[in-house]
């Protein structure tokens, strides 16, 4: 199957800094990818539609200042959380569609932590 | 508005036996369907998927069942291994646009040797 890869696996920061999550199409081309976040024993929730070349479409709730989402190319899509707060500490997971045939396949997710 | 309802938080079933993990959804625009295991910290991995047109897909030991009309379909594990304990997520899209997957709340299933 396809795969995806996320970077970094896991990270710690500081209230008020920055951190960016990448994800990365490995073996396919990407216009389409996805980003979602997951609270402990909560389902996955959709944040975000990221598409090549152009801006990221939020769900309703999630504010795109905040998270700031790129998609520069058809292999790469970027997370940035902005000014982090603890309440931003979750997990976070990116998918990346292959073909119009609307399976998405999954990054391994990244445990952000926001002391 | 939960759109996709897996009622069943948790599942418990001997190996080798039959493993039946149930869905529900209410949005009949949906006309994709997936299903996904997750280990705890990882991503969901994909199994198997079916369109609306279709009213079963099987694959291996895995057969996934949709009935339109009652907005139901389901996921088979049969025989069940060990190695199937996870979380399984059911997903829905609808085909045309941006086709965003909207998840159910997952079912726990647990593989007793």
């Known amino acids: 199957g396809a795969v995806v890869s996320q970077h970094p696996s896991r990270v710690i920061c500081k209230s008020g800094t920055s951190v960016k999550i990448e994800c990365r199409s490995l073996d396919f081309q990407a216009t389409t990818m996805f980003w979602y976040r997951q609270f402990p024993k909560k389902s996955l929730m959709l944040m975000a539609t990221s598409n090549e070349g152009s801006k990221a479409t939020y769900e309703q709730g999630v504010e795109k200042d905040k998270f700031l989402i790129n998609h520069a190319s058809l292999t790469l899509s970027t997370l940035t959380v902005t000014s982090a707060h603890p309440e931003d500490s979750s997990f976070y997971i990116c998918?990346?569609?292959?073909?119009?045939?609307?399976?998405?396949?999954f990054g391994p997710g990244t445990r952000l932590t926001v002391l | 508005d939960q759109q996709v309802k897996q009622n069943s938080p948790s599942l418990s079933v001997q190996e080798g036996r039959i493993s039946i993990l149930n869905c529900d959804y209410t949005?009949?625009?949906?006309?994709?369907f997936l299903w996904y295991k997750k280990y705890p910290a990882e991503g969901p991995t994909f199994l198997i998927s079916i369109s609306s047109i279709k009213d079963k897909n099987e694959d291996g030991r895995f057969t996934v069942f949709l009935n339109k009309s009652a907005k139901h379909l389901s996921l088979h594990i049969v025989p069940s291994q060990p190695g199937d304990s996870a979380v399984y997520f059911c997903a829905a899209s609808i085909i045309q646009g941006a086709q965003k997957l909207v998840f159910g709340q997952g079912t726990r299933l647990t593989i007793n040797p």
């Open positions: 998918s990346a569609r292959e073909g119009p045939t609307g399976t998405q396949y």
């Open positions: 949005n009949s625009m949906f006309d994709y």
